[in-house]
Every structure is written in C-alpha cells, then in structure tokens.
C-alpha cells in the first residue's frame, strides 16, 4: 500500500532563516505531488504540483520554492523566512494520469516565524 | 474565477442527521470531493462525486447536481468523533494531474 512521510511534524523558526521542509511517497511510482498552505482556520491553498522529476508548477507567487530530485521526493525551501509564511504545510499525493482520483495527505509541518 | 463557498460552521446532535452544503463555480468540473481533517490533523478522503446523484458509504453520503454547481455531504447517526471540518474541493481540469480547488471548510460540532 502507499503511504506518504512528511517531516519535520512542528518547526519553529526566527525570520530571515531558510526553510527545508521533505516529503517522500512509498509504494508507488510517478505520483504527482503537491504542497499545500493551510492558515489557521482557512481553507487549504495550493503552492506547488509536480507531474514528475524536475518538473514543477507554482501556483502562487510567493517566498517558497518546490523541488522534485527524485521521483517519490518533494521539497519545500525558502532562503529567508517572512512572518506570512507561517503556517500548517500540507504535502500530498495522487496517482499519475488520473484526474479522477484523491489526493492522499502527509500528517503536515506546524511551522511558526518568529 | 473558482469559488467554492460551505457554511463557516455548524452544530448538531450526537445521533442526528446533518448536511453540509457546498457550492461552487470553477471555470471546468471534473469531479467534486469531500474531506474530513480533525483539528491539527491532516484532510482524509471521505467521497467522490463526478457523476448527477448521491453516492453513499455507510454513515456517510454525498450528492452532486452540475447544473446547479451545488453538493451536498449528508452525515447520519452522528458521533462524537464527527467533530471536525469539512472540505469541499472540486476538480476544475481534466488531465493527467488532479489540481483541486479547496472550499474554506465547515466546522461541525457534535454534541451529546
């Protein structure tokens, strides 16, 4: 079966730092990937999806970036944290070439500026 | 634009029936889903929903109408660990990737 491995579970972190959230996908092969943003009491909002390695789409301008080096690997970086970017970080997965299909969440990343 | 509107939040009573409403307007549909995240937890998948009509799953059943840009998630015999939001996320493309558009979320409450 598949399952997903998001880390670290809560980061704090001071502004201005860098950011390096991983996320990896077990069982199986090609999945599209994605991060999410959820802010406390909203609705999640979509930063990034990969249809594979190397390739990566961004959904909203911002300070974050998304990196595919590996097949079942996504990363969330930034070079300096703002304040905005706290938040509840959502990394999922779906199967390939089936739109029709769910997307399966990772547990998420607490993570707070300070 | 996509626009997703659910009520921000909602009460009811252990063993009651409950329907939560969505509606939406996206600039295509293939496909509506429903999940359940408890607070500080991760989205689960409850439903799919592509085709007009309901689709049921034990407790849980959820309807489609396209012409009307309108779901519903239908909760019966409520329990306490129903407490938890409720998204609602539609599918605007199809394709090779399941680009979904999230809804704020429904807070339901559950009391004894």
């Known amino acids: 079966s598949q399952t997903i491995h998001q880390w670290p579970a809560t980061l704090v972190q001071p502004v201005g730092s860098p950011l390096s959230l991983e996320c990896t996908v077990e069982?199986?092969?090609?999945?599209?990937l994605y991060w999410y943003r959820q802010a406390a009491g909203r609705g999640l909002q979509l930063l990034f999806y990969?249809?594979?390695?190397?390739?990566i789409s961004s959904e909203v301008p911002q300070n974050l970036s998304a990196s595919r080096p590996q097949d079942r690997q996504f990363i969330l970086s930034s070079k300096k944290l703002l304040l905005s970017d706290s938040g509840f970080y959502l990394c999922?997965?779906?199967?390939?070439?089936?739109?029709?299909?769910?997307?399966?969440f990772g547990d998420g990343t607490r993570l707070s500026i300070l | 634009g996509q626009n997703i509107d659910q009520p921000t939040e909602m009460t009811a009573t252990e063993g009651a029936i409950v329907q939560i409403n969505c509606t939406y307007q996206?600039?295509?549909?293939?496909?509506l889903f429903w999940y359940q995240q408890h607070a500080g937890e991760a989205p689960t998948f409850l439903s799919y929903?592509?085709?007009?009509g309901l689709e049921e799953k034990g407790r849980f059943s959820s309807f489609l109408s396209r012409s009307k840009g309108y779901s519903y998630l239908l909760l019966k015999e409520l329990q306490m660990k129903d407490s938890a939001s409720y998204l609602c996320?539609?599918?605007?493309?199809?394709?090779?990737?399941?680009?979904?558009?999230f809804g704020a979320g429904t807070r339901l409450a559950v009391h004894p």
């Open positions: 929903n592509v085709l007009d």
């Open positions: 069982g199986t092969s090609n999945p599209n």
């Open positions: 999922a997965w779906s199967p390939p070439q089936h739109s029709n299909q769910p997307q399966h």
């Open positions: 990969s249809v594979g390695i190397g390739q």
């Open positions: 996320a539609v599918s605007p493309f199809s394709g090779g990737y399941n680009k979904l558009i």
């Open positions: 996206t600039s295509g549909f293939n496909g």
